[in-house]
């Protein structure tokens, strides 16, 4: 079946610190990628996405590129800031029936510090 | 509302009590999706709705789990004699249709003792 691993957290950062989260799936088909965020209290928000290979989704300085050789949607950011502190969570949708439906991974706890 | 509402947003139901969710979707959205989350895990499926047709109940764990939105709009979630392991955050989300952005509610928080 599908599935998708994320890299074990937690990840605690200084301010302005490179940021990489770990992402790679499995699909019986051919995935669409996401990565959605979960600021605390709020709901899970989509952050930035990819429908085919070599595609770069980008959003608030994150970033991520869909890399079919290596089944890979690894998140990144430049530089971390207090307020990006949250639970990112990497999630693909495979064609055919699945209406779109997600397969998440189990989150990764990012905290940064001033 | 602007967003995807869900209520209660935290119930402790005791064992063997039954329980229902509601979900309200962002106005126009068709597609209805409902997801279990425990803690420390990611969101795992349990059923899709494209308007009032359920075309997808497969993530449902056991028959205790029930799923309807008969006009179309408004979803219910309901876990009858519940379990310790039904313990979980649920999670409405929905779109405006297969394919679409999906949009997620802060979710009902479900403890069960």
């Known amino acids: 079946g599908d599935s998708v691993t994320q890299m074990e957290g937690p990840v605690t950062l200084s301010e302005e610190a490179f940021l990489t989260i770990n992402c790679t799936y499995t699909?019986?088909?051919?995935?669409?990628l996401f990565w959605y965020v979960q600021y605390p209290g709020e709901g899970l928000q989509l952050l930035l996405k990819?429908?085919?290979?070599?595609d770069k989704g980008s959003n608030k300085g994150f970033e991520a590129t869909y890399r079919k050789e290596t089944t890979s949607f690894h998140l990144e950011k430049g530089s971390v800031q207090v307020s990006d502190s949250a639970v990112y969570f990497c999630?693909?949708?495979?064609?055919?029936?699945?209406?779109?439906?997600?397969?998440f991974g189990q989150g990764t706890i990012l905290t940064v510090h001033p | 509302g602007a967003g995807v509402s869900q209520s209660p947003r935290y119930k402790v139901a005791k064992r063997g009590q039954d329980v229902a969710l509601r979900c309200d979707p962002i106005?126009?959205?068709?597609?209805l999706f409902w997801y279990q989350q425990a803690l420390g895990q990611g969101p795992e499926f349990l059923t899709y709705?494209?308007?009032?047709?359920?075309?997808?109940k497969s993530g449902l764990p056991s028959d205790r789990f029930f799923a309807e939105r008969p006009e179309g709009s408004v979803s219910t979630l309901k876990i009858q004699r519940t379990q310790q392991e039904d313990s979980a955050v649920y999670l409405c989300?929905?779109?405006?249709?297969?394919?679409?952005?999906?949009?997620f509610g802060e979710g009902s928080w479900l403890t069960v003792v």
């Open positions: 989300a929905s779109s405006l249709g297969s394919w679409n952005t999906i949009y």
């Open positions: 699909a019986t088909g051919y995935p669409s």
């Open positions: 990819a429908t085919k290979a070599d």
């Open positions: 999630a693909l949708s495979v064609g055919g029936t699945s209406y779109g439906k997600l397969t």
């Open positions: 106005s126009g959205h068709v597609s």
């Open positions: 709705f494209q308007n009032e047709a359920q075309l997808d």
